[in-house]
């Protein structure tokens, strides 16, 4: 097909179907001799080929996703950027971000180059991926994901924006709707306060001699004798403990109970001790240590 018979109203159907930009509609079609389904591929590897050059490019803007199964016993949590705001709103880009969370919930695959083959039902994730590469001309990863599995049971929470999500594990599975609604709450109480451990028996000894060391110090240097200073430093770590244990906290839904005694309402409801395994907290472009 001759570049006269690529009508407007191709390339727009062209558009339609894949979201490019004119202009590289017009490109792909005129590539492809006309042919819809090869401009169709002929974009996806023209997003694929724009990877390496947007690779020194940064990414901070994006979202946060959560993905649970019915039961509850496994979960997904990641972080897929983007360059701006403006594409992470997106609903293209947003829908993108939910497909990949259900994906890697599926799959069996833990590691970040195996999870690209998968197969999402109509194409590859890497085809997904280099279909909203794309559309947008931007660096678009994802930065990080991970996966929990529990014989006990898992929720989910999204801060709105979808830049902070939370999940968080109790040892026991089949909740009901009251415990699932204690289980958010806790889940929210991690958003909000950003615990560093679940309970103090996570705290280890390395953290708890450099808290103390920190506190010795500071008592020293307000003049105290080094056996005061040491008992000031223990009553220190105590306020440590309620502050960055999880299940120690106040509750910031109801001050007067700790997360505690949240726990102990579950613990009611199940007819069992019930405790908290551990968490995973996602804040959008925050550092992960690595």
């Not at 997003?47 to 390496?52: E, H, P």
């Not at 993108?96 to 039902?121: K, P």
């Not at 105590?238 to 997360?259: A, G, I, M």
């Not at 613990?267 to 925050?286: Q, T, W």
């Amino acid at each position: 097909m001759s570049t006269a018979t690529i009508t407007p109203q191709l390339v727009k159907d062209l558009r339609e179907k894949t979201g490019a930009g004119m202009a590289d509609c017009k490109k792909a079609l005129e590539e492809s001799g006309g042919e819809m389904q090869g401009a169709i591929e002929y974009l996806r590897k023209k997003g694929a080929a724009t990877v390496a050059k947007r690779s020194d490019r940064s990414a901070n803007e994006g979202l946060v996703a959560t993905k649970t199964s019915p039961d509850g016993m496994t979960a997904v949590i990641a972080e897929i950027n983007c360059e701006t705001d403006f594409v992470a709103r997106n609903e293209e880009f947003v829908q993108f971000v939910d497909q990949v969370a259900q994906t890697l919930l599926n799959a069996r695959q833990h590691d970040m180059e195996s999870i690209w083959d998968i197969n999402t039902g109509t194409a590859t994730l890497r085809e997904l991926h280099n279909d909203i590469l794309a559309k947008f001309s931007e660096k678009i990863e994802l930065r990080r994901f991970e996966k929990m599995e529990s014989d006990g049971f898992i929720a989910d929470y999204i801060h709105t924006g979808s830049r902070l999500g939370v999940l968080v594990e109790i040892d026991a599975p089949n909740p009901n709707d009251k415990v699932r609604a204690y289980m958010r709450d806790i889940a929210m109480q991690i958003a909000a306060m950003n615990p560093m451990f679940a309970n103090r028996e996570q705290v280890t000894e390395d953290v708890i001699e450099k808290e103390k060391e920190i506190y010795r110090q500071q008592a020293e240097q307000e003049g105290k004798k080094p056996e005061i200073a040491d008992r000031v430093a223990a009553g220190r770590l105590e306020k440590f403990y309620q502050e960055n244990c999880l299940v120690e906290q106040s509750f910031v839904k109801d001050s007067t109970k700790t997360v505690n005694d949240v726990l102990r309402e579950i613990g009611k409801e199940m007819g069992r001790d019930v405790k908290i395994r551990g968490f995973k907290r996602f804040m959008l472009g925050e550092s992960t240590g690595e």
